[in-house]
């Protein structure tokens, strides 16, 4: 069911529209940040399901949370980046399907914070639910 969310909630973020563009830099392929401007990374943390039933062909309660870091460099103001977190949590409203799974809240955006010291990242968190 992981695979399935992953593939969705990426799927969702490409046909996210903004401009100027802003590159994906999708999980698992090595890609380098551009050296100015803004970019996007994408991860998907799943928590264990519920499944409290005895039956093995019940459903499943799928749980978790979507998070994309928006990042920036040193030197090119918050704003910029602040701007496209928040255009991202509009993007994945509350209730937005990605596969079988619902955004399930508001998504949160995360205080700013440093990585390696040439590059930047807002945090944004989007928490599912669905039953599989």
């Known amino acids: ?11 969702r973020l490409l046909a996210f529209d903004y401009t100027p563009p802003v ?14 401007g803004l970019w996007i990374e994408a991860s998907l943390f799943p928590n264990e399901p519920q499944d409290d039933t005895w039956d093995a062909t019940q459903c499943a309660l799928d749980r978790g949370f979507f998070q994309l870091l928006v990042g920036y460099r040193p030197g090119a103001g918050e704003k910029p980046a602040s701007e496209l ?25 995360g205080p700013s914070f440093v990585d390696d010291g040439n590059k930047l990242f ?11």
Do not use: C
């Open 1 to 11: 069911m992981s695979t399935e969310i992953l593939q969705a909630a990426l799927e």
């Open 23 to 36: 590159p994906v830099l999708w999980p698992g392929l090595n890609q380098v940040p551009p050296q100015t």
């Open 85 to 109: 977190a928040d255009a991202l949590i509009a993007w994945f409203a509350k209730g937005t399907a990605f596969g079988d799974v619902r955004v399930l809240k508001r998504g949160t955006r």
């Open 122 to 132: 807002i945090p944004v968190t989007l928490h599912y639910i669905g039953l599989s």
